[in-house]
Antibody, heavy 123, light 106 residues
Framework: QLQLQESGPGLVKPSETLSLTCTVS??????????WGWIRQTPGKGLEWIGN???????YYNPSLRSRVTVSVGTSKNQFSLRLSSVTAADTAVYYC???????????????WGQGTLVTVSS | EIVLTQSPATLSLSPGERATLSCRAS??????LAWYQQKPGQAPRLLIY???NRATGIPARFSGSGSGTDFTLTVSSLEPEDFAVYYC????????FGGGTKVEIK
């Protein structure tokens, strides 16, 4: 069964860049035609889509976050990453990586999710 | 941005009862709506996609209906493991989620 796991610092200082990596196991992002995405969850704003990417690097971002977000495919065939710049306390959230549910669809639902990682923005 | 409004915020029911959850979109989204279930400390789990299609492995007691702006998730007879928070999500115009409905034990 496909598994996803987020990793990265749990604490980031205001104005710095948040960086997370998602590692995919029991499957390969390089040999599939799926898109892979990042979603975050806060008590205040609920679930918020951040961005999606495929292995070729074709990416799509939430318009409200686009100016600060970069999603990229890692050097490892089974990793993709999130960078969110100029963070504030409002970016404190549980960050999830997930697979987009239908091959070739860049914008769709999510069928496999990581367990999530809490990132706190604080000095 | 398409806003999804879920109601009620909380639903208090007993096991065996029928649960009816609503999701309303701020503009028509055709049938491009999904439902997720989330339990404490877990990621959301895809239940229904494109308004009425059950995802792989989802029990038949979960059903979805609706199109345009009004959608419903029905759980025909609540099992103990069904008490959770449920979210809707649209894919008609980028991706947005509703605020959730908590189904709690009465």
């Amino acid at each position: 069964q496909l598994q996803l796991q987020e990793s990265g610092p749990g604490l980031v200082k205001p104005s710095e860049t948040l960086s997370l990596t998602c590692t995919v196991s029991h499957g390969s992002i390089s040999s599939s035609n799926y898109y892979w995405g990042w979603i975050r969850q806060t008590p205040g704003k609920g679930l918020e889509w951040i961005g999606n990417i495929d292995y070729s690097g074709s990416s799509y971002y939430n318009p409200s976050l686009r100016s600060r977000v970069t999603v990229s495919v890692g050097t490892s065939k089974n990793q993709f990453s999130l960078r969110l710049s100029s963070v504030t306390a409002a970016d404190t959230a549980v960050y999830y990586c997930a697979r987009v549910s239908s091959a070739y669809f860049a914008i769709n639902y999510f069928d496999y999710w990581g367990q999530g990682t809490l990132v706190t923005v604080s000095s | 941005e398409i806003v999804l409004t879920q109601s009620p915020a909380t639903l208090s029911l007993s096991p065996g009862e029928r649960a009816t959850l609503s999701c309303r979109a701020s503009q028509s989204i055709s049938s491009y709506l999904a439902w997720y279930q989330q339990k404490p400390g877990q990621a959301p789990r895809l239940l229904i996609y494109d308004a009425s299609n059950r995802a792989t492995g989802i029990p038949a007691r979960f059903s979805g209906s609706g199109s345009g702006t009004d959608f419903t998730l029905t759980v025909s007879s609540l099992e103990p493991e069904d008490f959770a928070v449920y979210y809707c999500q649209q894919r008609s115009n980028w991706l947005t989620f509703g605020g959730g409905t908590k189904v709690e034990i009465k």
